[in-house]
């Protein structure tokens, strides 16, 4: 950030905030429900220095998404979510624009049934979106890397085990979840998918967010939102929250690694076998996560609720809507945003807003150019539902430099 140059908005006007609220606010619409979030979090009293929120800010549960939560000696385990490591892994490969045929549904059809996408069946062992015999890569990485640690955290929390685990690694899911492809500036294609810990992160969340709100119950602490329920360091169940947590944001990196192997093979099947490059330049990212990081002199953990992690030299991947532009980033390292930047668009209306606003004719018209599902199925997240990309990212310009610009030209939803 140029000296100063101030990009966001100071929120301290609630007697109840024990901290600032800083907002980067600047140039995008914000709901008025943001602020108050933000301003309940920002009266518990383990925060430190301030709260932070990015540009792409919008209403969550407990808390905004796009809000970074610095805390000393406590987590918040709705603020981090359901979606534990959700994120986004985006790689530059060799192939241009020109190699790729002028009709690319065949090659969505490959990428559609190569990774299991979707949900029904309420998200069941059965579930469209699962496995029904996860292939060998899948089960290897299963045993190699996750199988132990998951079978020791279940040994102390037995209903964890009951949960989509290994037959959703390597599995997309629905909602904002995408997998998608790209072209830059220079017309090199990218591969880019967004997706986290499926239904194992969710029943881990879940399960330690409902401990957390029998702990303030049993020792009856009073909070401005249920959703703020916190696990102290040194409780009960803070040290096994951390463990699973952890280990669902490992989960959620072999995820998308195991995604993007499969996407890359199916595109070069459809492509007659043509060999692809896909290790020219890579990142694969968190949004929405826990890490433990030093600010302002502490150590501290920090709560990144739909933001990614903008240290100087911190390459990022920031998506925009369905059908639009994305952006590769490199962070600044500004410590006021505790070194973080917005991780998408960012929604501009619900999802029931979205489904009763906007028509399947508007949908289509607004993915014109693009390879997509054009149904009402998912008229939720059709583009004019999120900000602007490029209001978002004028918003956070001492935040993170643009590194490249992708237009999608492809775009697979569960």
């Given at each position: ?49 301030h ?18 939560i ?45 990774i ?88 881990i ?21 249920q ?98 532009k994305?952006?590769?980033v ?12 917005s ?13 009763h ?20 199925d ?10 602007n ?26």
């Amino acid at each position: 950030m140029l000296k100063g140059q101030v990009n966001y908005s100071v929120v301290y006007d609630d007697e109840r905030q024990k901290v600032p609220v800083k907002i980067w606010d600047k140039h995008v619409p914000m709901e008025d429900k943001v602020y108050e979030q933000l301003k309940k979090i920002a009266s518990l009293p383990f925060i430190h220095k301030h709260v932070s929120a990015m540009s792409d800010a919008h209403v969550g549960k407990g808390s905004c998404v796009g809000a970074v939560i610095p805390t000393i000696s406590a987590i918040i385990p709705a603020t981090c979510g359901v979606d534990l490591g959700c994120g986004i892994i985006a790689v530059q490969t060799d192939l241009k624009a020109s190699d790729l045929p002028e009709n690319l549904k065949k090659m969505r059809t490959a990428i559609e049934k190569a990774i299991p996408h979707g949900r029904d069946n309420h998200g069941g062992r059965r579930d469209k979106g699962a496995w029904g015999e996860p292939p060998n890569e899948v089960v290897s990485i299963w045993r190699r890397e996750l199988e132990d640690n998951f079978k020791k955290i279940c040994e102390k929390h037995p209903k964890i085990e009951k949960s989509n685990n290994i037959n959703h690694l390597c599995s997309l899911g629905s909602g904002n979840h995408m997998l998608c492809i790209n072209i830059d500036e220079e017309q090199h294609i990218w591969f880019m998918l967004h997706s986290g810990s499926r239904g194992v992160g969710n029943v881990i969340g879940t399960y330690f967010i409902e401990k957390a709100k029998q702990e303030m119950r049993k020792w009856y602490i009073n909070l401005p939102d249920q959703d703020l329920s916190y696990l102290p360091e040194g409780s009960k169940y803070f040290d096994d929250y951390i463990e699973a947590m952890f280990w669902a944001q490992d989960f959620a990196l072999w995820n998308r690694k195991l995604m993007m192997k499969r996407m890359i093979d199916a595109v070069s099947r459809s492509l007659s076998g043509k060999k692809i490059n896909a290790e020219i330049q890579a990142v694969n990212c968190h949004h929405n996560y826990v890490a433990r990081e030093n600010h302002f002199g502490r150590n501290v953990f920090i709560t990144r609720k739909g933001a990614i992690r903008a240290r100087e030299g911190d390459m990022g991947v920031i998506p925009g809507c369905m059908g639009g532009k994305s952006y590769i980033v490199c962070g600044k390292g500004n410590p006021e945003s505790f070194h973080s930047c917005s991780h998408g668009a960012g929604r501009l209306m619900s999802r029931t807003q979205a489904k009763h606003k906007f028509t399947l004719d508007d949908h289509i018209k607004a993915l014109k150019g693009v390879e997509a599902r054009l149904d009402e199925d998912i008229l939720d997240e059709t583009p004019g539902a999120y900000k602007n990309i490029e209001d978002v990212m004028r918003s956070q310009k001492d935040l993170v430099e643009v590194v490249h610009i992708l237009q999608e030209i492809l775009n697979v939803k569960g």
